[in-house]
């Protein structure tokens, strides 16, 4: 190799939001050409071209970045031109690695277009980088969160039942009359599906097997074959196969009642943004298919375990059902609101969970010696009850309504940040006032008529059942005793108390006895809290 002669490679990089603002991998070309023009003991020993890859891909990440940080290893160039160190990439930190593996590898870096060939020079110039990527996103993020809130699409992948209408700032998710399957459209596919779980009562299994016996595709074998010219392609092979978990995934959705909720999948603490589109199913039947799963997650299923009192316990704080599992061979029972974050209050309920032997020994012993002498099971409870688990029960409610009223003035800021912010315009800001104004209304209203519901009895049973289950009672399997108590419990409420320090457990249990047999003590009670 000749002395005189250094060999150089020339980089080249522009991201695609570059690409929008008119800048090209051709301009980066001609300013490179002039500079080697001022500089002939330079040979060009290969052009590398990222051409629409982001400065936040590592440079071992990209098309052409990978070959060059390779090539360098071996000698061939002793010079890395580029037109600015922003094109090795936008992190200070990356800049300032790369810098040191390049020059530990001898190979200098040029930028044409500014001075980085002193060490403070580079270092600010890194600095620079980063501090324009971040001035980048955030524009960027500020002009989707615009556009959501307009309801426009913001790319990504298109829900079932959707298309894209119209390109850029005037793109909109609308209803998709696309055929997926003979006589269907993708938008009946999803109004079919909404109407299997909210109306027949369909559990999100049967569903799915319904599809697949009907060959009906998934959203990804659609995209996979009727989107090639559309946004949000999808890049990975699955099955194809609908599962009990994506039927899920898709009707509790909220862009099928035409309410997208940009944001609701981040990773990060971020607001999310509502907006409208046009739908594809009433509210209506969208809140009745969440009641449906409501109800089918109190089932047990693929377990050949009984709890005893699955579906009767109610959570005081968030009025979500407590479910059972096992733990260290052991029945318990938690909070739903404590697994996930859902229900009425901000955040995992923090009532606790309790182990059940306890609980389910109180509770099947006062049915079974009921079933067997009511009249004097009666008189006896009439005798010993201290208060009435009804009251304590509406109690348990008055404090889970009281913790939703307080999340309102909340909720208020939020939006009225959003406002400030320059993210919803003031009609929606006026929409999501007035419906936190009706939402806090019904649960005022909800607050008000709970000293009227303390009098309400619960609803009668049939004399002739019980006395078919009285002459069944002795040889009772675990599944006929639970099916025994959900229809003699009216609900048990959980309520987390503190006594001397240390927090304890309260069941108020509320049975249906009262309104089964007279007694001549007058209205019979419940037995005390467990």
Same mark, same amino acid.
């Given at each position: 190799?000749?002395?005189?002669?250094?060999?150089?490679?020339?980089y080249?990089?522009?991201s695609s939001?570059?690409?929008?603002?008119?800048?090209?991998?051709?301009n980066?070309e001609?300013?490179i #050409?002039?500079?080697?023009?001022?500089?002939p003991e330079?040979?060009?020993?290969k052009?590398y071209?990222?051409?629409?890859?982001?400065?936040?891909v590592?440079?071992?990440?990209?098309?052409?970045? %990978?070959?060059l &940080? +390779?090539?360098?290893?071996?000698?061939?160039f002793?010079?890395i031109?580029?037109?600015?160190?922003?094109?090795?990439?936008?992190d200070a930190?990356d800049?300032?690695?790369?810098?040191?593996v390049?020059?530990?590898?001898?190979?200098?870096?040029?930028?044409?277009?500014?001075?980085?060939?002193?060490e403070?020079s580079?270092?600010i110039?890194?600095?620079?980088?980063?501090?324009?990527?971040?001035?980048?996103?955030? %524009?960027?993020?500020? $002009?989707m969160?615009?556009? &959501?809130?307009? $309801?426009?699409?913001?790319? *990504?992948?298109?829900?079932l039942?959707?298309?894209? +209408?119209?390109?850029?700032?005037?793109?909109?998710?609308?209803?998709?009359?696309?055929i997926?399957?003979?006589?269907?459209?993708?938008?009946?596919l999803?109004?079919?599906?909404?109407?299997?779980?909210?109306v027949d009562?369909?559990?999100?299994r049967r569903?799915?097997?319904?599809?697949n016996a009907l060959?009906?595709?998934?959203?990804?074998?659609?995209?996979g %074959?009727?989107?090639k010219?559309s946004r949000?392609?999808?890049?990975k092979?699955?099955?194809g196969?609908?599962r009990?978990?994506?039927?899920r995934?898709?009707v509790t959705?909220?862009?099928? !009642?035409?309410?997208?909720?940009?944001?609701?999948?981040s990773g !990060?603490?971020?607001?999310?943004?509502?907006a409208?589109?046009?739908?594809?199913?009433?509210?209506?039947?969208?809140?009745?298919a969440?009641e449906t799963?409501?109800?089918?997650?109190?089932?047990?299923k =693929?377990? =050949?375990?009984v709890?005893l009192?699955?579906?009767v316990i #109610?959570?005081g704080?968030c009025?979500?059902?407590?479910?059972?599992?096992?733990?260290?061979?052991?029945?318990r029972? #938690?909070?739903?609101?404590?697994?996930?974050?859902?229900?009425?209050i901000? *955040?995992?309920?923090? =009532?606790?969970?309790?182990?059940?032997?306890h609980l389910e020994?109180?509770v099947?012993?006062?049915?079974?010696v009921?079933l067997?002498?009511?009249?004097?099971?009666?008189?006896?409870?009439?005798?010993?009850?201290?208060?009435?688990p009804?009251? &304590?029960a509406?109690?348990?409610d008055r404090?889970?309504l009281?913790r939703?009223?307080?999340s309102?003035?909340s909720?208020?800021?939020?939006v009225l940040?959003l406002?400030?912010?320059?993210?919803?315009?003031f009609?929606?800001?006026?929409?999501?006032? *007035?419906?936190i104004a009706? +939402?806090?209304? $019904?649960?005022?209203?909800?607050?008000?008529?709970?000293?009227?519901?303390?009098?309400?009895?619960?609803?009668?049973?049939?004399?002739?059942?019980?006395?078919?289950?009285?002459a069944r009672l002795?040889g009772?399997?675990d599944? %006929?005793?639970?099916e025994i108590?959900?229809?003699?419990v009216?609900?048990i409420?959980?309520?987390?108390?503190?006594?001397?320090?240390?927090?304890?457990v309260? &069941?108020?249990?509320e049975y249906?006895f009262p309104?089964?047999?007279?007694?001549s003590t007058?209205? $019979?009670?419940?037995p005390?809290p467990?």
């Amino acid at each position: 190799m000749n002395d005189q002669v250094r060999w150089a490679a020339c980089y080249l990089r522009v991201s695609s939001e570059e690409q929008k603002e008119r800048q090209s991998i051709r301009n980066q070309e001609e300013s490179i #050409k002039k500079y080697l023009a001022l500089h002939p003991e330079m040979r060009v020993y290969k052009w590398y071209r990222d051409d629409g890859v982001s400065g936040s891909v590592p440079i071992a990440e990209r098309p052409a970045g %990978r070959p060059l &940080a +390779e090539d360098s290893l071996h000698g061939t160039f002793s010079v890395i031109i580029m037109t600015r160190a922003d094109r090795l990439g936008r992190d200070a930190v990356d800049l300032l690695l790369m810098r040191q593996v390049f020059t530990k590898r001898g190979v200098q870096l040029v930028a044409v277009e500014e001075n980085i060939e002193d060490e403070f020079s580079y270092d600010i110039r890194a600095v620079i980088a980063a501090e324009d990527k971040r001035r980048t996103l955030d %524009r960027l993020w500020r $002009g989707m969160n615009r556009a &959501a809130a307009e $309801g426009r699409y913001c790319g *990504g992948i298109v829900p079932l039942g959707f298309m894209v +209408e119209g390109f850029q700032k005037t793109a909109r998710l609308v209803p998709s009359d696309r055929i997926i399957r003979a006589g269907w459209t993708e938008a009946g596919l999803v109004k079919n599906i909404y109407r299997w779980l909210a109306v027949d009562g369909w559990s999100c299994r049967r569903i799915a097997q319904e599809l697949n016996a009907l060959g009906v595709p998934t959203a990804y074998q659609k995209d996979g %074959r009727l989107l090639k010219d559309s946004r949000g392609e999808r890049t990975k092979r699955t099955q194809g196969i609908w599962r009990p978990g994506r039927v899920r995934n898709l009707v509790t959705n909220p862009i099928y !009642k035409g309410e997208p909720h940009y944001g609701r999948r981040s990773g !990060k603490v971020r607001d999310i943004i509502v907006a409208k589109i046009e739908g594809l199913v009433s509210e209506e039947i969208w809140d009745a298919a969440q009641e449906t799963l409501a109800r089918n997650r109190i089932i047990a299923k =693929n377990t =050949n375990r009984v709890y005893l009192l699955r579906s009767v316990i #109610k959570c005081g704080l968030c009025g979500l059902t407590y479910s059972g599992y096992w733990d260290r061979g052991q029945v318990r029972y #938690k909070c739903n609101g404590a697994l996930v974050e859902r229900g009425p209050i901000e *955040g995992r309920c923090p =009532n606790r969970s309790f182990y059940g032997y306890h609980l389910e020994d109180v509770v099947w012993r006062d049915v079974e010696v009921w079933l067997r002498n009511p009249g004097d099971v009666l008189d006896e409870l009439t005798s010993e009850i201290g208060g009435s688990p009804a009251a &304590a029960a509406a109690e348990a409610d008055r404090l889970t309504l009281e913790r939703v009223l307080k999340s309102f003035s909340s909720q208020r800021d939020r939006v009225l940040d959003l406002y400030r912010r320059e993210l919803i315009t003031f009609e929606d800001l006026q929409s999501q006032l *007035g419906k936190i104004a009706d +939402e806090q209304k $019904g649960v005022e209203q909800r607050l008000a008529t709970l000293d009227e519901e303390i009098d309400t009895a619960p609803a009668p049973i049939s004399p002739d059942l019980l006395e078919e289950i009285r002459a069944r009672l002795d040889g009772l399997d675990d599944a %006929r005793r639970q099916e025994i108590v959900s229809l003699l419990v009216h609900r048990i409420v959980i309520r987390t108390e503190e006594l001397d320090g240390e927090k304890r457990v309260v &069941a108020v249990v509320e049975y249906r006895f009262p309104r089964v047999v007279s007694s001549s003590t007058g209205r $019979g009670s419940s037995p005390p809290p467990a």
